[in-house]
């Protein structure tokens, strides 16, 4: 059972445009989250994360807003360029657990310019 | 500075063979994770070492599978007799956050390994 669902398993947005990427997770002690970008060939790499104290977190182009009570959170990119064009992994962890994140399985961004 | 470290970059096996994949962390992080994406799936956890703790073995898909962290550094992820299902890409990734610590600390990955079992 997928306790971090990524649904859409890719996007198409035009350059410019905003980009809104959705992760869904089941697990309520669930309390960290984060996304990570993938280029072919190459792992993750951290782009953003928020704890559950908050429900923004901004960096420059990219905001994730998390809803607790709708256990959802969502990535935007504005504007979206077309370095963009990746995979964005949603994952989370406990931090009561052991810290291990879970991931989703991707979205498959494209920004077309 | 020196990123997380993974060789091979790419290794074609026969299936049966066994398989050792190597990860250098980050010099001073204390955590480290073995995860693996098959084709068409997100990151499957596998294994977690932190400091000198039991590992976490959780993850790990059946006894073939097996790994160990010599000295708090290297790692290795040995796969006995490799079945088809097995081809993946296995990344390594580590992290400077403690077991139980209040801040989170994100994973830094390597590049990874792609195994083809044939």
């Known amino acids: 059972d997928q306790q971090v669902k990524q649904n859409s398993p890719s996007l198409s947005v035009q350059e410019g445009r905003i980009s809104i990427l959705n992760c869904d997770y089941t697990?309520?002690?669930?309390?960290?989250f984060l996304w990570y970008k993938k280029y072919p060939a190459e792992g993750p790499t951290f782009l953003i994360s928020?704890?559950?104290?908050?429900d923004k977190n901004e960096d420059g182009r990219f905001t994730v807003f998390l809803n607790k009570s709708a256990k959802h959170l969502s990535l935007h990119i504005v504007p979206s360029q077309p370095g963009d064009s990746a995979v964005y992994f949603c994952a989370a962890s406990a931090s009561g657990g052991s810290y291990i994140p879970t991931f989703g399985r991707g979205t498959s961004l494209i920004v077309h310019p | 500075g020196a990123g997380v470290s993974q060789s091979p970059s790419n290794k074609v096996t026969e299936k049966g063979k066994d398989v050792e994949l190597r990860c250098d962390p980050i010099?001073?992080?204390?955590?480290l994770y073995w995860y693996r994406q098959s084709l068409g799936q997100g990151l499957e956890f596998l294994i977690y070492f932190q400091g000198n703790s039991a590992p976490d073995k959780s993850g790990l898909p059946s006894d073939r599978f097996s790994a160990e962290r010599t000295g708090g550094s290297v790692s290795t992820l040995t796969i006995q007799r490799t079945q088809q299902e097995d081809s993946a890409v296995y990344l390594c990734?580590?992290?400077?956050?403690?077991?139980?610590?209040?801040?989170?600390?994100?994973?830094?990955f390597g590049n990874g390994t792609r195994l083809t079992v044939t």
């Open positions: 928020i704890s559950s104290i908050k």
């Open positions: 010099s001073g992080h204390t955590a």
């Open positions: 990734a580590s992290s400077s956050l403690g077991h139980g610590a209040k801040v989170d600390s994100p994973l830094h």
């Open positions: 697990n309520s002690m669930f309390d960290y």
